[in-house]
């Protein structure tokens, strides 16, 4: 068990964005306490209350980093997005505080990519609510959904790890009349939303993208990989204060973003991966003051087999070929 002297909490997450929300939030809420950051140049003093740490930092391998902190002191150890935590360089900083903390974890996704099982990191699920569930509670915002069919063909589209190859499904999908579908879906179906989220395949697609909404009168701003931190605050600030209508992105604000205002998403990024969808549906579901609800463009392309994608319908458990138009998939 733990000693008296255990009165720290470490706080652990693997992207700079989601250090400093969760850094915000506990000093929001908890502002007596001293809450730091440990993650790249910026070094915390491991005396503070609150530690919010990047995994990637204190979670290669022989960290000193991970070093500097007394395990003694240490009552609690919080995961934000727990289902990574299985993963090699969580499971080296959990290892180091050995078994005597409290771990607890929270996550919206509770299935990994690779199959691994979060038995690794945690002896049980104490609590679980499912997605359903919480729109029928009023957790989360009702949805809206509208079914795009398309011309594109993804029958040859490769598969890797469970969900499409990125590069042979980008070839298929980045193309100027799908282009210039979702564009069009969002001028004639979505342009009285005030923050739309795309979701694009890679790069070039949301580049592409991007500037075939700026050329037709919609200004939008791409959020990458490459992006530089202050170039992608300064856009997300414009897009929670609705300067900015439309941001698209690509794997970047997939889990973890805490921009409740979103009140559209578009699905431009087809996926085989029940998990990554629900993590991007996930993106506009927050409820926020004057949202009723969210709009979801579902772009569904052609397929041998309807049920090789996933679509709201099949997340929901309904028929996928089932075509909604502004249908609350809550209405019985």
Request: hydrophobic share 40%; proline share 3%.
């Amino acid at each position: 068990g733990r000693t008296e002297l255990a009165t720290k909490t470490l706080v652990l997450a693997h992207r700079e964005e989601l250090l400093a929300q969760a850094a915000r939030q506990i000093q929001r809420a908890s502002p007596h306490l001293v809450v730091e950051i440990d993650q790249g140049s910026r070094v915390a003093n491991p005396a503070a209350d609150v530690v919010v740490a990047s995994v990637p930092t204190l979670g290669r391998e022989h960290s000193e980093r991970l070093q500097r902190y007394d395990p003694r002191r240490f009552k609690c150890i919080i995961i934000d997005e727990a289902h990574h935590a299985a993963a090699e360089t969580y499971m080296r900083i959990l290892d180091y505080f050995k078994d005597k903390v409290f771990v607890w974890g929270c996550s919206a996704t509770l299935q990994r990519h690779d199959g691994l099982g979060l038995t690794r990191a945690f002896d049980k699920i104490v609590y679980e609510k499912r997605f359903v569930e919480m729109i029928r509670e009023g957790w989360l915002s009702r949805l809206r959904v509208l079914t795009v069919r398309t011309k594109s063909r993804l029958d040859s589209v490769r598969s890797y790890a469970g969900d499409f190859s990125t590069s042979s499904l980008s070839a298929a999908v980045n193309v100027q009349e799908r282009n210039l579908a979702v564009v069009q879906a969002y001028k004639s179906l979505a342009a009285d939303r005030r923050s739309v989220l795309v979701f694009a395949v890679d790069v070039a697609h949301a580049r592409d993208l991007a500037e075939l909404f700026t050329h037709y009168g919609t200004q939008a701003k791409c959020v990458l990989g490459s992006t530089r931190m202050a170039e992608r605050e300064q856009i997300l600030h414009e897009f929670r204060t609705g300067t900015l209508p439309v941001v698209v992105n690509c794997g970047i604000l997939t889990e973890g973003t805490d921009i409740p205002n979103i009140d559209c998403v578009i699905m431009a990024r087809p996926t085989r991966s029940a998990v990554l969808f629900q993590q991007m549906l996930g993106r506009g579901m927050r409820k926020h003051e004057g949202k009723t609800d969210c709009l979801v463009v579902d772009f569904v392309d052609s397929f041998k087999s309807d049920a090789t994608q996933i679509t709201v319908p099949t997340l929901l458990g309904l028929d996928p070929t089932l075509v909604l138009d502004h249908d609350d998939v809550m209405d019985d």
